[in-house]
């Protein structure tokens, strides 16, 4: 859609982040403004402020928070496994707040987080609302086309059904096997390729991969990653709570070990 450039706000005095959209391309200026509405109704610690939004020289841009850190898909392998949940975890209670205010972001996976260290412990930034839509709303934006990485749509949002939380609670689901396992739920690849497995074929479960993964954690992921949005949990507050769970067995767990 773009590109985010870090640029020295001299009223402010402090970096900031500028995303511009590409040139002659309206659609990517159309998104960039949605973008924009979107995150001026959405405050939370882990979503980046926006400042504003206009157009310079003919180009539209978006000035947003500027965060210092890695993306997930970098920091995940340095992170032990309760990390890696409570980095999901606090992302669940992120998107919950988007999905009270009807907003989805549709394009969860680890580069779209950035890890940062703030007074010492991880923090996680939710980042790139770019396909972010109000729920309800088909999953792509013309018909024909679908926005977003293959390797983290769900089935719904490959062909013309509405988006709802569930979409999210599949993206998350998603981003959180690739945390655990080090590669998306279907592989890389030929697009097609991978479309064709997120709609017909089963990922392998997390327990399967390695024997150290609970196996209540990985029943939870491979919910999240149903094809039917009937069968995921319902909401990301529902996650959320799963998620949390999760870290509590895996503490008690490494209690009864010490």
């Known amino acids: 859609m773009g590109r985010v450039y870090r640029a020295w706000d001299r009223v402010g005095r402090r970096f900031v982040a500028i995303k511009l959209a590409r040139k002659q391309d309206s659609q990517a200026a159309s998104r960039l403004f949605a973008e924009a509405r979107l995150l001026a109704r959405v405050r939370h610690p882990n979503i980046r402020a926006v400042d504003h939004a206009g157009v310079a020289a003919g180009r539209p841009f978006l000035v947003l928070e500027w965060v210092e850190g890695e993306t997930l898909s970098v920091a995940a392998p340095k ?35 950035l890890i940062c260290r703030q007074g010492g412990r991880l923090h996680p930034f939710l980042i790139d609302f770019g396909i972010a839509r109000a729920a309800g709303e088909p999953g792509g934006t013309q018909p024909g086309i679908v926005y977003g990485t293959p390797a983290y749509l769900a089935p719904e949002q490959i062909g013309a059904s509405p988006a709802d ?10 981003l959180l096997f690739e945390t655990v396992a080090g590669f998306p739920p279907f592989g890389q690849g030929e697009p097609a390729k991978v479309l064709r497995r ?32 009937a069968e995921r949990l319902p909401s990301m507050a529902a996650l959320g709570q799963a998620l949390a769970r999760s870290l509590a067995e895996l503490a008690e767990g490494s209690r009864a070990v010490g």
Do not use: I, M, W
């Not at 939380?165 to 998603?174: F, I, K, P, S």
């Open 79 to 113: 992170l032990d496994l309760r990390s890696r949940l409570r980095v999901a975890l606090e992302l669940a209670g992120a998107l919950e707040l988007c999905h009270g205010l009807g907003v989805l972001h549709r394009d969860l996976k680890p580069a779209n987080v």
């Open 165 to 174: 939380e569930r979409t999210d609670v599949y993206g998350l689901g998603a």
């Open 198 to 229: 997120v709609l017909l074929e089963d990922p392998p479960r997390l327990s399967e991969l390695d024997p150290a993964v609970p196996a209540s954690l990985s029943e939870l992921v491979a919910r999240c990653l149903a094809k039917e949005p």
